[in-house]
């Protein structure tokens, strides 16, 4: 981490320390992750006490975007459980600031709930049948040598892609800033054929 960055978080912690309201902060982010590049934005979340709520801010500092989401830890254990991909930020953040402790147990939660994640069934054969149109189109273009339109179906369906490969781990899909191309995680990913499986064998496909 560059010294710009070393003294806009200490700025930062102690602005939040003045706050009684605030209890937490998670650095979260590519930061947090160690895989940042120059001029990336700095990504924090505010544990509030309880019952209190304040909407997400940002600001630009230094030509460096900082962004502030809130929540109280009944909300935040609410989130960790409504939409498992918030799984990452308490997995990959960095605490900078927790007098009562009460990062700790939300980062528990959050490796519960990745660890049971499970994508059923139903899920895995709507993935695949959404898949099996652009897989079709891609592989068309790609024998006729139509490497414009294998690439702009490709690209259209791409989050689909995405979405199974993760499923097919039994993992949160992450949110689309999360990526590490040296994270075990990644190298662990299946392939897109196997993901889905027989979904895409020859009987399956559209004429």
């Known amino acids: 981490m560059s010294a710009l960055y ?5 700025d930062l912690i102690d602005e939040a320390k003045q706050e009684e309201d605030v209890v937490g902060v998670l650095l979260t982010g590519s930061l947090a992750r160690g895989d940042a590049l120059p001029g990336t934005d700095i990504d924090l979340r505010l544990i509030l006490a309880d019952g209190l709520h304040r909407p997400a801010q940002q600001e630009l500092r230094d030509g460096i975007l900082v962004e502030r989401g809130y929540s109280d830890v009944e909300t935040a254990r609410a989130t960790l459980e409504a939409n498992p991909m918030h799984v990452y930020a308490y997995l990959d953040g960095r605490i900078l600031y927790d007098p009562l402790g009460v990062l700790p147990s939300l980062r528990q939660q959050a490796q519960h709930r990745f660890d049971t994640y499970q994508v059923t069934e139903q899920e895995r054969s709507d993935l695949a049948a959404r898949l099996r149109y652009p897989q079709d189109k891609i592989r068309v ?8 339109k294998a690439a702009f179906a490709t690209g259209t369906s791409s989050w689909g892609i995405m979405e199974g490969l993760w499923a097919a781990n039994n993992r949160p899909l992450p949110r689309t800033a999360r ?4 994270s ?3 190298q662990d990913l299946p392939t897109w054929r196997r993901c889905i499986g027989s979904s895409f064998s020859p009987r399956h496909r559209s004429v």
């Open 6 to 10: 070393g003294a806009m978080l200490d």
């Open 179 to 182: 990526y590490n191309p040296t």
């Open 141 to 148: 273009a790609m024998s006729g040598g139509d490497l414009l």
């Open 184 to 186: 075990k995680t990644w």
